[in-house]
C-alpha cells in the first residue's frame, strides 16, 4: 500500500512549479564538498579545449545529506541518488528540491537507468533493474564474474551497461552477461568514485582524488584508455568520489562554428562543432567537394572565392534505438582577392609621371600609394612629380570592398631629361633665319625628335630649320626636343626681327664733267638709325658715308641707277 500512496505521490510532484527538470545538455554532473559543504556540481564542455566546472546548487542547504549512487533518467530529464545510511531512493531536480521515490529500495551505492527507464543497481556483485513507479525488481538478480569500480552507466549507443575503473573495464548486457572486459582500465587513478556517458558517446570517469578534480575517458569504439580529457585543479576537497550521472540526449541537434564565417582568398577556416545530443559519428561537407567524417574541429582551406554551404551530419548509431540524423548548415563567404597591379606614363625627372591602377579580381575601395622618395597618396590614378632621376620602389596596396588586400611593388626608372638649346642670330624681315639646335641628351638616349615654335605661328620639326619672318619684332622662339626614352624638355629665347631701311638719295648740279655733291636721304623707322652707306654711281665708281662726291661724264647714267647700299642698323 505504502508504495501504491507513492506512485500517486510521484504522479502529482512534476506539476509543482519548482520541479525543474535538467536540460539534455551533455553536461557530467556529479556529488563533491567543499569547506563543510555539498554540492551537485558539473563539467561542461569537456570534448573541448575549454571546458567549464560549475557548482548547480549547494545540496547542504537543502537539506541533502548521504547522497549516492548519482543516476540520470533519461525519461522524465530528472536525476536521482540514493542515500547511504538507508538506502532510499530520491528524486533530485535542477533547483536540488528531492523527493523520495522508493524506501530502502536496495543497499547498494552504484546504479544507473536504461533506455526503458530501468533503474539498475550492483549490490555486491549482483546485478538488478527495478521498475522505479512501483519499486519493484523486474529484472535479475544477476550474478557478475568481476565488478570493478565503484559505479556503473548505460550506454545508449550500444544499450550495454558499463563498469570501470583504473585497471579494468567491463561491458554487461542487459540479461547479466559479461559479454566484453579490458585489463586496462582508465589508468591513471586510483579509486574512481563515479563513471558516465558522454556527448561523444565515450566513457568518463572521475577518481577519487583530493584537491583536484580529473575527468578520464574511455575510447568504447576500441575500449582503449584515451586519457586526460579534463583537469582542475581547484583546491577544492572531493572525498565523494564523483557519483557521475549524465544526460546522453538521444535527440540529436547538429550544430557547428566557423571562425571566420567569411574572410578573403585563400583562407583557412576552423570548424568547431557544437552539437549535442549522443552523436558518435560526423560527416561534414564543406561545400566545395570534399569532407571530412574525422575530426570534430576540423580547419579547412579554401582556395577560390565563392559561398560555400557547409553542412554537419551528426549521428548517434545504436543497437537498441534509432536516433534520427541531424543537419546543420550555414554559408562560409570566401571573398576575391585583388590581384594589385598598375602602370605607368613616361617616367621622366622634372617632368608629372601618370601612375594608373589596373587591379583585377575584386573591387577596389581603396588605394594606398608609396611613391618611393617619401611622399604618397591615395587616389585611383595619381599623378607625381619625380625631382630627380634614379630607380624608385614604387609600392599600391589595394583593399577591397570586403576588406582583402593585395600588394604589389614595381621599380620605378626615372630617366633624366634632355637640356635643349639653340642658337639664332639677329636678321631682317623677308631674311632667312638659320637656327642651330645646341641641345644635349645622354648618349644612351639620344634625341629623336625637335619640335620648334617660330613665336609667329609656324613650326617645324626638322632638327635645323630655317625660317623667314615677314614683320619686324621680338619673337618667343620655342624648342621641345624630345629623347628615345620619351623624355621631353622645352626652352624659349627671343629672336629680335630688325626693319629695313628705305634707301634714298639727292644730289645738285647736272652737268657733264662737274663734280657733283651726294646726300642720302635714305629713311628708317624710329628706334633704328643708318650707320653704313656704300655709293655706286653706275659708271664703276663708289662712295663712303652719308654724304659723297662724284664727277660725272655721263649725267644720264645716275638717272638710270638706284643707289646701292647696305644699311646696317
Not at 620602389?393 to 630617366?415: H, R, Y
Not at 609667329?456 to 628615345?484: A, E, F, K, M, R
Request: proline share 5%; with cysteine; charged share 10%.
Amino acid at each position: 500500500m505504502s508504495h501504491i500512496k507513492l506512485t500517486a505521490l510521484i504522479l502529482f510532484i512534476p506539476v509543482f512549479f519548482y520541479a525543474q527538470q535538467f536540460q539534455c545538455d551533455g553536461k557530467i554532473y556529479f556529488f563533491r564538498t567543499d569547506s563543510g559543504q555539498v554540492f551537485l556540481s558539473y563539467v561542461d564542455n569537456y570534448i573541448t579545449p575549454t571546458p567549464v566546472l560549475g557548482n548547480v546548487c549547494n545540496l547542504t542547504a537543502m537539506g541533502v545529506v548521504n547522497q549516492n549512487a548519482l543516476a540520470a533518467n533519461p525519461f522524465d530529464n530528472y536525476l536521482y541518488f540514493m542515500t547511504l545510511s538507508n538506502y532510499n531512493l530520491y528524486r533530485i531536480d535542477a533547483n536540488c528540491n528531492q523527493t523520495l521515490i522508493c524506501p530502502a529500495l536496495a543497499n547498494s551505492h552504484r546504479g544507473c537507468f536504461d533506455h526503458l527507464g530501468r533503474y539498475w543497481v550492483i549490490v555486491g556483485n549482483d546485478l538488478k533493474a527495478f521498475d522505479i513507479t512501483t519499486c519493484s525488481m523486474v529484472k535479475g538478480p544477476y550474478t557478475l564474474a568481476s565488478s570493478p569500480g565503484a559505479d556503473i552507466t548505460f550506454s545508449l549507443a550500444d544499450c550495454h551497461l558499463y563498469m570501470a575503473s583504473e585497471s579494468m573495464l567491463i561491458k554487461i548486457d542487459t540479461n547479466g552477461t559479461i559479454v566484453q572486459s579490458n585489463t586496462t582500465g582508465f589508468g591513471g587513478g586510483t579509486g574512481y568514485g563515479g563513471i558516465g556517458i558522454g556527448v561523444d558517446g565515450n566513457l568518463y570517469g572521475m577518481p577519487n582524488i583530493y584537491d583536484t578534480i580529473i575527468l578520464y575517458k574511455i575510447d568504447l569504439n576500441t575500449l582503449a584508455p584515451a586519457g586526460v580529457a579534463a583537469s582542475f585543479s581547484t583546491s577544492v576537497a572531493n572525498p565523494c568520489g564523483c557519483d557521475m550521472a549524465t544526460f546522453p540526449c538521444p535527440v540529436l541537434n547538429a550544430a557547428f562554428t566557423a571562425s571566420p564565417d567569411s574572410a578573403c582568398a585563400p583562407s583557412s577556416v576552423t570548424f568547431t562543432d557544437q552539437s549535442t545530443g549522443l552523436v558518435n559519428s560526423w560527416l561534414w561537407d564543406f561545400g566545395d567537394g570534399t569532407y571530412d567524417s574525422i575530426n570534430l574541429y576540423p580547419v579547412h582551406t579554401y582556395s577560390q572565392a565563392g559561398v560555400y554551404n557547409v553542412s554537419l551530419i551528426v549521428y548517434a548509431y545504436s543497437s537498441c534505438m534509432y536516433i534520427k540524423p541531424d543537419t546543420f548548415s550555414m554559408p562560409i563567404s570566401i571573398f576575391p582577392l585583388p590581384e594589385a597591379d598598375f602602370g605607368h606614363g613616361t617616367a621622366c625627372a622634372g617632368n608629372n609621371v601618370d601612375l594608373y591602377d589596373s587591379t583585377s579580381q575584386a573591387q577596389v575601395v581603396t588605394w594606398q600609394w608609396d611613391f618611393g622618395d617619401g611622399s604618397f597618396g591615395n587616389v585611383q590614378h595619381p599623378v607625381h612629380f619625380y625631382t630627380n632621376q634614379g630607380a624608385y620602389n614604387v609600392s599600391l596596396i589595394v583593399i577591397s570592398d570586403k576588406g582583402c588586400s593585395d600588394t604589389i611593388t614595381q621599380v620605378l626608372d626615372v630617366k633624366p631629361l634632355p637640356v635643349p638649346g639653340f642658337l639664332a642670330p639677329a636678321a631682317c624681315y623677308g631674311d632667312t633665319v638659320f637656327f642651330q639646335d645646341t641641345s644635349q641628351s645622354n648618349s644612351f638616349m639620344p634625341i629623336s625628335t625637335w619640335q620648334w615654335q617660330f613665336g609667329d605661328g609656324t613650326s617645324s620639326v626638322s632638327g635645323t630649320p630655317h625660317h623667314i619672318y615677314n614683320q619686324q619684332g621680338t619673337y618667343s622662339v620655342t624648342l621641345s626636343v624630345t629623347n628615345s626614352n620619351g623624355c621631353t624638355d622645352s626652352t624659349a629665347i627671343p629672336v629680335v626681327v630688325y626693319p629695313k631701311p628705305i634707301a634714298d638719295f639727292g644730289y645738285t648740279g647736272m652737268c657733264d664733267g662737274q663734280v657733283l655733291p651726294f646726300f642720302d636721304s635714305s629713311t628708317v623707322q624710329q628706334g633704328a638709325q643708318i650707320n653704313s652707306w656704300q655709293w655706286d654711281f653706275g659708271d664703276g665708281g663708289t662712295g663712303m658715308g652719308a654724304q659723297t662726291t662724284h664727277l660725272v661724264f655721263i649725267m644720264f647714267n645716275l638717272l638710270s641707277q638706284a643707289l646701292m647700299g647696305a644699311v646696317i642698323l
